[in-house]
């Protein structure tokens, strides 16, 4: 069985709660991930970035929407499962917390470096005609749909962590198929994001998905 991690934040409760709503899920399909402590403001990002020796001022996002350091978190929590991927040299499932499994991970994503499993969860996206593995797709601009599920081999790993030292960006925009062409994508998608809650986004950046409103909460 692969080895499957959730990045949870063990010092929120929601985040918590939300990360069990996803093991439970992924159990129904045979899956049995790890909680994985993510990487908070806390633990001081910029102070990471220099020690990992990567470079703070290439990391850029849109201070209108997102925040810099909780951006910059949830990039080096995934940048700590890629590690992990390499130690252990095996292909890794990587999971949010909000990703709830709607399905099995077909066995033929296997054969692939890195495939995206989770479906866009705002805004507008294409669709294939047809169910299988595809270059990505979904989004404009070859952008990773949110990096709530996805594969990754060691090798995959591998070139994720050296061009992470070159330019580092928030993790659904350093995951392009221009700088990756080998990053694809599944459809239909066996996983979703089901969140009620954001730690990285601002109002303005949380406007744009389906289900911000009165109940949505920016933590």
Avoid at 23 to 47: L, M, V
Avoid at 78 to 93: A, G, V
Avoid at 189 to 200: L, N
């Amino acid at each position: 069985m692969m080895y499957s991690y959730i990045i949870t934040m063990m010092n929120n409760k929601k985040s918590v709660k939300a990360a069990k709503r996803c093991a439970k899920t992924a159990r129904e399909f045979g899956y049995y991930p790890s909680f994985f402590k993510a990487i908070t403001p806390e633990d001081n990002p910029i102070e990471i970035f220099e020690k990992e020796n990567l470079p703070v001022k290439a990391f850029h996002t849109d201070t209108r929407y997102s925040r810099l350091e909780p951006a910059m978190c949830c990039f080096l929590s995934h940048r700590e499962l890629w590690k992990i991927s390499i130690e252990k040299n095996q292909t890794i499932l990587v999971l949010e917390h909000d990703a709830v499994f709607k399905n099995k991970v077909p066995g033929e994503v296997s054969f692939y470096d890195f495939v995206n499993l989770g479906k866009p969860s705002y805004g507008k996206y294409r669709l294939p005609q047809n169910e299988g593995v595809y270059d990505l797709f979904s989004k404009p601009g070859g952008y990773l749909p949110g990096t709530h599920a996805y594969i990754l081999t060691p090798r995959a790993a591998g070139e994720l962590l050296n061009y992470s030292k070159i330019k580092p960006a928030p993790a659904d925009l350093f995951l392009n198929k221009n700088t990756f062409p080998w990053i694809k994508e599944y459809y239909p998608w066996p996983i979703e994001a089901d969140d009620s809650f954001t730690t990285v986004q601002k109002v303005e950046g949380s406007i744009a998905k389906h289900n911000y409103g009165e109940d949505y909460e920016i933590l």
